[in-house]
């Protein structure tokens, strides 16, 4: 059997961890490439639908990062995008999600090394897990799945 | 040849059935509610409700099934695939709905077959037989019997099971007849039937005879003729919230949603079940939305049911069983809306057209 | 009990007497409130416009559903300005609505009713009830009384729960779940779901898939219950609309309870005070995200 590659999103902000990524890959950071990013103007634009709907998309794993508090471009962005997960996660747990499949960081645009550390943190954890087969088991059949992730693994 | 059925022998049936080839769906607890559900012990039968919490009307109009799947092979080679009848529609028989449960389906039959014939719910038709069991029990959101059917109606049953005087705490027999071809068939090919007469259990007369017809289906559609404009619309269904309940778990409202899920390579068509009680239903992609008020669209569906269904099909499009009556969050009851509208046309017969 | 039968009786006198009055004078046009229902022994929502029918007016245990939820309907608001029967509940539910700019203090008269809790037998949310007095109100009917509060016995469904494993949960409410049919009666039967277009009416994307299968049932069950975070006031109109009766009113009270947990919140005590996800605390921190 072919090693097992999760499927995972990762949606970053612009302005900190997205910038962080640039950093770790201009300083030629080796990290695992098993997530696909997307990248929001603000961890504050993050609607708790993405989440589910990269689960609903076959995902084994989400990574939601953005700015330190504090160091949030628009300010306050990141403040609210903290007390909507807060009680998402609380949301999730009690409704039977396995949180170890989501993760959440600040990283800012000056931590590369963090970036990649953090990035081979989530890619090893998912792929010990393994596919997220509980949620992926009550997706309808023939739906489309491949052809947004196809290119991830 | 006078047939019988003992509770006792349910599993015996059952057993047949399943050898014979067809699966059987009966009414069963699901949590705290009861809905049809495939049966397998004669245990999981729940019989003693009135009526069930859904009506059986998903084993003919899917809640939910797929129509047509699709799948990119190369740049514009498309796959496409629809069900076979096989899947969507195996031998199946109905067990233990009441007779306005039964009634349901068949008349809904004749909008499935007037413009275009809808094959799911034709097939699903053909190969469903249903056994009706007599109501030795109503309630007050009961109005079969203002709807032209009654406690013991044949109407779109293939077999009718008549409870007898001749039961002893959970076991009962049942007199059993026999309606079309379709339910010969199944009781000559399934084992459990018996040959007897039993005495007809007098519950039955005594519910036939207490649920007195609360309004008359031909004066109500007169009304409806004259009273499109009637103030009565918009003070009537001010306490409707608009739910819908009413209308999934009503057994011949029959209205779908088509809508594609899926992408670029591969996906679903699917069909859902919708209710004109909600604004999306009718609203256009323009923006403008014919029916935009509550009492527009509750309206519509007193109409459909017994003014368009009926003007159409000689049928009225309800069977009495009271589920909108008992489901209701605000007790809108249709029955007594339709009183309501049967006192409007004794008192004003004049004055309707003027509203 | 510490409103008795005689107590009662007065109450519902003087809210018909008022009622008249405000209707006579031109204060409001419609009354909202509670009367006999068709079905025998049922309470339901009654739209008085005629001073001369206020005696239709009851108020009982058997009042349980939230009025305010009226106040969204487009017919409701061209009536001109409404007087409403508001419980403890109700009163929350309107004072949420006014801070979420759905209409303003003035628009409406409220008719406070003290409440000891509705249905036969008293429904679970009654026995935790922090609004016996409504924290909002025009006029009073009843004396007030004292807040029951928060009650263990509430909570009990929601810890027993919480000791499940995750996967134990998530077969427990895929089960539950998959009865939805989709009716959405739980999105009408809220106060608060005002929202002209729903989520799971937008279709592009289609975020929430329209379908009642077990990913669509289950998708719209917790964006519903999301969506409601520091805004449920518990009143459990959505499961006494359920015609599945699929315990929303756990997931509601989960997240009552967390919001009050991590913010000290608890919706619609007032009008003014920002709602927990609206807002934030300079420097705060969470454990979760490192």
Known sequence: MAEFHPKTFAFLCNWCTYTGADLAGTSRMLYPADFRVIKVPCTGRIDMEFIIKAFEQGADGVWVSGCHIGDCHYNTGNYYAQRRWTIFRQELAFLGIDLRRLKFTWISAAEGRKFADEAAEFVNRITQLGPYNEFQSILPENREVESILGGVS | MALSIHSDDFQTLLDSLREAGYRCVGPARDGTITKFKPIEQAGDLFLDEILTTVSPKEFFLAEHEAILSYRMKGKSDIELTTPSKEEYAPPTLVFGCRPCDAAGPDIVKSVMTWDYDDRFFLDRADSTVIAAIACVEADEACFCTSVELAPDSQTGADILLIPSSNSTGDTQEYSVTAITEKGRKLIDSTKGWKDGNPERASAIDEVKSNLKPSFDPAKVREWLDNGFDHEWWNTATLSCIGCGTCTYTCPTCHCFDIVDEGGQSEGVRVKNWDSCMMSLFTLHTSGHNPRPLKSNRFRQRIMHKFKYYPDLFERILCTGCGRCQRHCPVDMALKGLLEQIGRLAAETPDQVAAG | ?290
Request: hydrophobic fraction near 35%; charge should be negative.
């Open chain 3, 1 to 290: 009990m510490v409103i008795s039968e005689a107590d009662t009786t007065k109450i519902v006198n003087s809210l018909r007497v008022r009622a008249k009055e405000l209707l006579e004078s031109g204060e409001v046009k419609v009354i909202i409130g509670y009367g006999e229902g068709y079905t025998k022994g049922k309470a339901v929502p009654v739209f008085i416009t005629d001073p001369g029918k206020t005696d239709q007016l009851i108020f009982d245990a058997r009042c349980v559903n939230n009025l305010s939820m009226y106040l969204k309907h487009a017919e409701i608001k061209a009536m001109g300005k409404v007087g409403i029967v508001a419980k403890g509940c109700d009163a929350r539910a309107i004072n949420v609505l006014i801070l979420e700019s759905q209409f303003k203090r003035e628009d409406i008269f409220i008719l406070g009713v003290v409440c000891e809790g509705v249905g036969d037998p008293i429904e679970e949310q009654c026995k935790s009830c922090v609004a016996n007095t409504p924290p909002v109100y025009d006029e009073l009917f009843g004396e007030p009384i004292e807040n029951q509060g928060w009650n263990d016995e509430t909570f009990a469904k929601i810890e027993e729960l919480e000791s499940m494993t995750q996967s134990e949960l998530w077969n427990f409410w895929v089960k539950e779940f998959d009865r939805c049919i989709k009716c959405y009666a739980c999105r009408e039967a809220c106060p608060m779901c005002t929202c002209t277009r729903c989520i799971t009416d937008k279709n592009q994307p289609q975020w929430v898939p329209t379908s009642p299968h077990s990913d669509g049932n289950y998708h719209w069950n917790l964006t519903r219950a999301f969506h409601l975070v520091g805004r449920c006031v518990g009143c459990n109109s959505c499961e006494r609309a359920c015609p599945m009766d699929i315990p929303l009113s756990l997931v509601n009270w989960k997240l009552i309870k967390a919001v009050h947990d991590e913010y000290e919140f608890i919706a619609g005590m007032d009008a003014e005070t920002a709602p927990p996800l609206a807002t934030y605390t300079e420097g705060e921190e969470t454990d979760f995200i490192k």
